[in-house]
């Protein structure tokens, strides 16, 4: 199944940067969009940003202008650069991609462990 390597995640001051990186592993057939998750305590899990095979992304309205999406479609990777971080970003975020494992199977949605972002004022 497809499983995911997510990194970067960490403790950072208000204004800094992070860059979250993801790998999708094991079996892969295709990948449609590819993104990041967040949820912050108390609060839903909610899009933060995605990108598909074509290279088209969107981003939640309060992260557009601050966060950048970008893919490798080769290499099954998405990275999330994060900038002018706000505590409001502190969350767990989570890779996400929506995908096939193989010709067979339906588009699923498979989700990584999370990693954490703690934003300090």
């Known amino acids: 199944q497809m499983q995911f390597v997510e990194s970067g995640g960490g403790l950072v001051h208000v204004g800094e940067s992070l860059r979250l990186s993801c790998a999708a592993t094991?079996?892969?057939?295709?990948?449609?969009?590819m993104g990041w998750y967040r949820q912050a305590p108390g609060k839903e899990r909610e899009l933060v940003a995605q990108v598909n095979s074509a290279g088209s992304s969107n981003y939640a309205d309060s992260v557009k202008g601050r966060f950048t999406i970008s893919r490798d479609n080769a290499k099954n990777t998405v990275v999330l650069q994060m900038s002018s971080l706000k505590p409001e970003d502190t969350a767990v975020y989570y890779c996400?991609?929506?995908?096939?494992?193989?010709?067979?199977?339906?588009?699923?949605?498979?989700w990584g462990q999370g990693t954490q972002v703690t934003v300090s004022a």
């Open positions: 996400n991609a929506a995908g096939q494992t193989s010709v067979w199977d339906i588009v699923r949605n498979y």
């Open positions: 094991g079996r892969i057939y295709s990948i449609n969009t």
